[in-house]
């Protein structure tokens, strides 16, 4: 047993009896642990007086265990209490500060219902304030009214990583896999930050269906393939439309050739406007090339595309492999490349066969005489879905 014998306690001084095996000299305090041999102890004056009791006083408590945390917590606070008498009258309180909030919430909501107008009014400053925090506003930015800062934003622009998506359908299911896809999963895309930029029927191949999405940066594509996928919305429909496909892995991860070259962007159809439906037909050429184009040969190959400038058909976009390891392996990705796809869109299809698929013949020998292609290109014709964005739109009047 320790020699030290606790005989009375007071807020900060222990009075003991016992002789301790440190010095005690009333001249000369000594600082040491009341209990050397516990879990727990403190830092000491030690003090003995003429009748010869020895005073301890605690200079600073060693706190070793959770126990003796709560503990001096719980004292700390009552120490700060300035009417501790009220402590007794807390559940009281509590419940009054909840009934107060409550009829604040009960009069404020009725005096909304009852004038709309004000209600709007109120919460624009709110919805401002957290535009501003979300998005890190300028100083200018932050004196423009709300409605005008979200016209001048725009989202659908700038789309650096791109998924060039070839699935094989089950036979006869294609239209029923249409029907669900654009059902459920443009808007979802959206919402996440990424883009359904066109879905297409494969013209020539009944099981083919060819589609784009977006990202806006190379980290943005697993952060939004990982909440989709991992989302209630896939977890939901996954087994239907996972049972209508016999494949899903022939996907070209793609960037654009140069920064004039994005993939078009378009307005979502109109179901207002566009009664008559999707129009036109778009084009991929697909090129096996031999290398990776650097900026010499990015021009070289514009300088051959150019002979697509013709009425009747519109560039979408120059894409080529986008040379950087799958960030996302649940979806695999073609590694057999590096390609590069040629989009357009055309008018109709006498400006498919009159023009532009003479033109597709002429650049692929072109480029294959000069050795710049490792195997023959491929020309996919594609038939615009009824709720696919690349499509001919109907401001262009050539």
Known sequence: MSPWQLIRLNVNTYSISASSPRNTNARDPVAGVADPGGADGAVVKVRRDAAGVVT???????????????????ASKHRRMIFPQLVQFTD???????????????????????????RSKDIEPISFCLVHAATGLTPAEQRQPANQIMNDTNPLSSFQVIEFRRYTIKEGERETFIRYFETY???????????????????????????????????????????????PLWREHSLKMNSLMKDSDNVLL????????????????????????????????????????DEILGAKLRRTFSSYRMPGVREAGILVTLDTPNNFPQLPVRNDGPFLVWLGILRNEE?????????????????????????????????PTPRSRLRWFPAWQE
């Open 92 to 118: 009281i309180a509590l419940f009054l500060l909840r009934v107060m909030v409550g009829l604040v919430f009960i009069t404020s909501g009725w005096n909304h219902l009852k004038s709309p107008e004000a």
């Open 254 to 293: 793609l960037r654009p050739l140069a920064p004039d070259t994005e993939v078009t962007v378009l307005p979502a159809v109109d179901p207002v406007t566009e009664k008559n439906g999707v129009m036109g037909i778009a084009v991929a050429q697909i090129l096996s090339l031999k290398n990776q184009p």
């Open 56 to 74: 301890v006083e605690v200079i600073q408590i060693l706190v070793s265990d959770r126990r003796l945390m709560l503990q001096n917590r719980s």
């Open 185 to 231: 999963f443009p808007e979802a895309f959206e919402q996440l930050g990424a883009l359904a930029l066109g879905q297409f029927r494969e013209r020539g191949n009944a099981s083919g269906f060819v589609w784009l999405r977006g990202f806006h940066t190379g980290f943005d594509r697993p952060i939004v393939n990982g909440a989709f996928y991992f989302g």
């Open 351 to 383: 400006s498919l066969k009159e023009s532009f698929t003479a033109a597709a013949q002429r650049v692929g020998e072109t480029l294959a005489s000069e050795k710049l292609l490792r195997d023959t290109p491929e020309l996919l014709v594609l038939e």
